[in-house]
C-alpha cells in the first residue's frame, strides 16, 4: 500500500519558469495538504484541499502560486515565473478526514531555483 | 506569526539517557498537538498526539506532556537510542486542520 507520493524528488528551475509539483495522496485519503520548508526552518502551511474544492489557502502567497486536486489524478502546486526565494522543499501530506487527523507525508519535492 | 515555537534548534544526549524536547504554543484555539520525527530527505513521519482533554500520552519508549495553563508541552524520549537521532517537529491544530509547526529540533544521540 502506496504511501504519499509525491515527483518529482527534485526539480531545478531557472527564474522565470513554471514549477509543477505533483502528489498523490494515501489511497482512500481525499484531503491534501501541502507545506513549504525553507533552509533552517519549520513546515509553513500553504493550502489544504479536499476533491476539487479548495478549503483553506491562507498559507499561500497571493500570486505566482496556485493549487488544485481534480476529481481525477494528483494534486498539483504550480508555481508560475519562479525566483530564487521559490528554492524551499514542498511536502504534500493526506489524511482520510480533516477532524482531528494526523497527517501522512510525502518524501517532498527539493525545488532549486537557479 | 510564529504560532508554535520550538526554542531550542539542537540537543545532544547520551545513549540510554532521557531526552526532553520542548515546544511552546500562543493560540488557546489549538486543541490537538502531535510530534513528527522527520531524517534527511524523507517526509516527516507521525510519532505521537495528544488532544487537548488530556494532560499525558504515553507510547513506548515516548510520552508527551501536555501543560495548558502554560501553553507548553514536551516530548520525553526513555531511554534514547541512536535511532532516535532526527529531527522532531511540534506541531498543533485547531478545527482538525492548518495544522502549524515548529520549526523543529535537531535530536542527536550520542553512542
Known amino acids: 500500500n502506496a504511501g504519499v507520493m509525491q515527483n518529482p524528488r527534485h526539480l531545478v528551475r531557472r527564474r522565470g519558469q513554471e514549477a509543477r509539483l505533483r502528489c498523490s495522496p494515501m489511497?482512500?485519503?481525499?484531503?491534501v495538504y501541502w507545506y513549504r520548508q525553507l533552509p533552517e526552518e519549520g513546515l509553513k502551511f500553504m493550502v489544504y484541499?479536499?476533491?476539487?474544492?479548495?478549503?483553506?489557502e491562507s498559507g499561500m502567497p497571493k500570486e505566482r502560486f496556485s493549487a488544485e486536486f481534480p476529481k481525477e489524478g494528483p494534486s498539483i502546486l504550480r508555481i508560475q515565473q519562479v525566483v530564487r526565494g521559490d528554492s524551499a522543499a514542498y511536502f504534500c501530506?493526506?489524511?482520510?478526514?480533516?477532524?482531528?487527523?494526523?497527517?501522512?507525508f510525502g518524501s517532498g519535492t527539493q525545488l532549486s531555483v537557479l | 506569526d510564529q504560532q508554535v515555537k520550538q526554542n531550542s534548534p539542537s540537543l545532544s544526549v547520551q545513549e540510554g539517557r532521557i531526552s526532553i524536547l520542548n515546544c511552546d504554543y500562543t493560540n488557546s484555539m489549538f486543541d490537538y498537538f502531535l510530534w513528527y520525527k522527520k531524517y534527511p530527505a524523507e517526509g516527516p513521519t507521525f510519532l505521537i498526539s495528544?488532544?487537548?482533554?488530556?494532560d499525558k500520552n504515553e507510547d513506548g519508549r515516548f510520552t508527551v506532556f501536555l501543560n495548558k495553563s502554560a501553553k507548553h508541552l514536551s516530548l520525553h524520549i526513555v531511554p534514547s537510542q541512536p535511532g532516535d537521532s532526527a529531527v522532531y517537529f511540534c506541531?498543533?491544530?485547531?478545527?482538525?486542520?492548518?495544522?502549524?509547526f515548529g520549526a523543529g529540533t535537531r535530536l542527536t544521540v550520542k553512542p
Open positions: 484541499l479536499q476533491k476539487e474544492n479548495i478549503i483553506d
Open positions: 501530506a493526506s489524511s482520510p478526514g480533516s477532524w482531528g487527523e494526523k497527517l501522512f
Open positions: 495528544i488532544s487537548s482533554i488530556k
Open positions: 506541531a498543533a491544530s485547531a478545527r482538525g486542520y492548518d495544522m502549524r
Open positions: 489511497k482512500g485519503h481525499s484531503h
